[in-house]
């Protein structure tokens, strides 16, 4: 972190969609003036003052042309704050001379990428530079990784005091989900969909649960890529789109804060789609079905109205078995959709964590849980609407 810069953070991408509603959360939450300091940035000076202007943000917050094609621009962006916080993705195609400037000039760097290949490229090229530098980057601060990556960290917490001992064994669960996936999102999983077809040591990194581990192996974890009845849960349950991504985000977490959750741990994640003969049709449909909306689906800078943002809403069960067999379980839970509304509140808050609370954690590539942990537990249920709970 750059403790001298001009800024805490700077918002990268604030003209498109999902920017703006950072901006918006950022202007409404924290205010100009106060005791957090913003910037906005994006590649059009003009189209930047125009989303300003219509999102009703004073004038008085600076606005920074950037472009990932420009690097002396990328530079003097990331020299200007403490965190750059970017939802200019697909990652894969724009985010690796940000991740590189970040890295090089110590500037903190927080993410939604989901794009499990492209992290592990910048794991390997930027670990060392980051470390040097007292950089932190951390990917996947929106709806993957940061409710699950915590939900397990809060639960694990619970199990150290209640039992004593970590649960070797967790199931995630989504429950509800109501709400789209970005437009991002989707664009990120065709580019990388795409890049595995031409590279098999992407499908490689993809396929391997613990690519994300820097060389750990632990034991076979289920795939989550059948339709199955769960007993524990008394419910059907699909595949979960976004599985492939938060169970590596997980193990590496594990892996970073050195398997407090033992290196036997296994985890899963599917979606519960109800009992039944009703629930297991369902369950069948949700796996035969292209989940991101394939072309159709929604596109980088669209997303939905403010009405379907506050309509939409999340809610996640865990349980987690101790070695012993004691039983735990717990519920995250999120008000607005996925996609966007939530997201933005996160991301927003997960920059602001590693700003304000985490003066101690040295440089180097994270996850949220192990960045952040705890203390971004309490920000999200103070501000981002969202709330995790042990269940009686």
């Known amino acids: 972190m750059n403790p001298s810069a001009e800024f805490d953070v700077v918002i990268y ?12 959360y950022m202007n409404d939450t924290y205010g100009v003036g106060n005791d957090v300091t913003w910037a906005m940035a994006g590649r059009s000076l003009e189209k930047l003052k125009t989303v300003r202007d219509e999102m009703g943000i004073p004038k008085s917050v600076e606005l920074i042309v950037a472009d990932a094609s420009d690097p002396k621009s990328l530079e003097d962006m990331v020299k200007s704050t403490k965190c750059v916080l970017t939802t200019v993705g697909p990652y894969q195609l724009y985010g690796t001379p940000l991740v590189e400037a970040c890295a090089a000039n110590g500037t903190d760097y927080v993410d939604l990428s989901g794009e499990v290949a492209w992290m592990h490229d910048m794991i390997a090229a930027y670990q060392d530079k980051a470390k040097k530098s007292g950089a932190r980057i951390v ?6 990784s940061i409710p699950f990556d915590l939900g397990v960290l809060f639960l694990q917490n ?6 004593g ?22 664009a990120s999983g065709r580019e990388t ?5 031409r590279e098999p040591e992407v ?4 396929r391997n649960p613990f690519s994300l581990t820097g060389g750990f192996v632990g034991p076979d974890q289920p795939h989550g890529m059948k339709v199955l009845e769960d007993e524990d849960f008394g419910a059907w349950a699909a595949p979960f789109i976004m599985a492939p991504i938060n169970t590596k985000n997980i193990h ?9 959750y033992g290196e036997d741990f296994v985890y899963d994640e599917m979606m519960l789609t109800g009992p039944g003969e009703t629930g297991k049709a369902a369950a069948e449909a949700v796996a ?24 939409g809403l999340y809610d996640f069960a865990l349980l987690g078995i101790t070695s012993d067999g004691d039983r735990l379980r717990a519920t995250v839970t999120g008000d607005k959709d996925p996609g966007y509304g939530s997201t933005s509140k996160i991301i927003s808050e997960a920059a602001l964590c590693l700003v304000k609370d985490c003066a101690d954690l040295s440089g180097g590539i994270y996850t949220p849980a192990a960045a952040m942990g705890l203390s971004l537990v309490g920000r999200l249920q103070s501000h981002a609407g969202m709330t995790f709970d042990i269940d009686n």
């Open 13 to 24: 991408g604030a003209t498109g969609f999902t920017g703006r509603l950072v901006a918006e």
């Open 139 to 144: 990917f996947s601060c929106g709806f993957d």
């Open 158 to 163: 619970e199990s150290m005091r209640k039992f």
């Open 165 to 186: 001992k970590p649960a070797v064994r967790v199931k995630g669960r989504m429950r509800k989900m109501k709400g789209t996936f970005s437009g991002g999102t989707a």
């Open 193 to 197: 969909m795409a890049r595995a077809m």
């Open 203 to 206: 499908m490689a990194v993809l």
């Open 252 to 260: 590496r977490s594990n892996a970073l804060m050195g398997h407090p």
């Open 288 to 311: 035969s079905s292209d989940s991101m909306g394939g072309e159709d689906g929604p596109k980088p800078g669209e997303g939905p109205s403010k009405e379907e943002r506050e309509a």
